[in-house]
């Protein structure tokens, strides 16, 4: 059974920091890509970072590139998003995302809320 288990949510301030952490287990994930989404009240869940589990390469979306930095850590099987100089629009409930086109195979974590305050 697929798990992925994010943590590393809370209230900060605008300018501040947090890293979030989605711990994955159940299967291997070496043909997945490993991304994260949000979604903020009232709007659409939408991508903000993804990450290759075999090849490494990254993508960010362009409201969050030069703040965020998404990484892995094989070992573990765990993926990070670091977010720095948050801004109160990030806030959101982020949700951690394993997919491979590969095996037809989609999975979601339960999400951890992010608020930052102005």
């Known amino acids: 059974q697929v798990q992925l288990v994010e943590s590393g949510g809370g209230l900060v301030q605008a300018g501040g920091s947090l890293r979030l952490s989605c711990a994955a287990s159940?299967?291997?994930?070496?043909?997945?890509?490993m991304g994260w989404f949000r979604q903020a009240p009232g709007k659409e869940r939408e991508f903000v970072a993804a990450?290759?589990?075999?090849?490494?390469?990254?993508y960010y979306a362009d409201s969050v590139k030069g703040r965020f930095t998404i990484s892995r850590d094989n070992a573990k099987n765990t993926v990070y998003l670091q977010m720095n100089s948050l801004k109160p629009e990030d806030t959101a409930v982020y949700y951690c995302?394993?997919?491979?086109?590969?095996?037809?195979?989609?999975?979601w974590g339960q999400g951890t809320q992010v608020t930052v305050s102005s």
């Open positions: 159940g299967r291997t994930f070496s043909s997945y890509s």
């Open positions: 995302n394993a997919e491979s086109s590969l095996v037809g195979e989609d999975y």
């Open positions: 990450i290759s589990w075999s090849t490494g390469n990254i």
